[in-house]
């Protein structure tokens, strides 16, 4: 199956995608070509669109299946935190120092400065601009997270590994979405 990946209209409604605007669009070869999403894979796709698109859980798990195979070779981002429903990872270092969730129903990346972070997961108002699928898959999702991750010091104890030089980091192959373009540094 041909990937739509370069095409500039959403696979969804056919309209054209603004390349300037924010839009949704996995990255990477994380589906075979043979799979029936595979022309969805790397597609811009108008969020409008993809959040109550039905088989977006579909796209999306493999999505983060294949960030969480990447993130083992990052020297910059590390594992703090999985289940079946949610990926968290962070950058401790700054100048990023940022927590990452990545929920495989969504595949969104969403970012939380690391000094936020207690706040974020006490305070619904401090999540007012999630989207409302990632603001669902959370509220399944809160509890355990809050319990695993509950201040900075153990998220820094957790994935404050020792880092590689950033001169001599070797780069490995990462899957990168255009709203995050940045997760190297
Ligand atoms: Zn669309």
């Known amino acids: 199956m041909r990937s739509l990946a370069t095409a500039t209209r959403c696979p969804l409604c056919d309209k054209p995608v603004n390349l300037l605007a924010d839009y949704f669009a996995t990255s990477g070869d994380f589906l075979a070509p043979d799979h029936p999403l595979y022309p969805y894979a790397g597609a811009k796709m108008?969020?409008?669109?993809?959040?109550?698109?039905?088989?977006?859980?579909?796209?999306?798990?493999?999505?983060?299946?294949?960030?969480?195979?990447?993130?083992?070779?990052?020297?910059?981002?590390?594992?703090?935190?999985?289940?079946?429903?949610?990926y968290v990872s962070?950058?401790?270092?700054?100048?990023i120092a940022e927590v990452s969730l990545r929920f495989y129903e969504t595949g969104n990346d969403v970012r939380v400065p690391l000094d936020d972070w207690p706040l974020w997961i006490a305070d619904k108002d401090r999540r007012a601009d999630l989207r409302e699928m990632d603001r669902?898959?959370?509220?399944?999702?809160?509890?355990r997270i809050r319990a695993a991750l509950p201040d900075i010091v153990t998220i820094r104890s957790l994935t404050g590994r020792t880092r590689v030089p950033i001169r001599s980091a070797a780069v490995p192959t990462m899957p990168t979405t255009p709203r995050q373009p940045r997760w190297q540094v």
Do not use: G, T
């Open 136 to 143: 669902e898959c959370l509220s399944r999702s809160l509890d």
């Open 46 to 86: 108008h969020w409008d669109c993809y959040e109550p698109w039905p088989c977006r859980p579909e796209l999306a798990r493999p999505f983060v299946e294949a960030w969480i195979k990447a993130n083992r070779a990052n020297p910059y981002w590390a594992e703090a935190y999985r289940d079946n429903q949610v």
């Open 90 to 95: 962070a950058n401790p270092m700054p100048p």
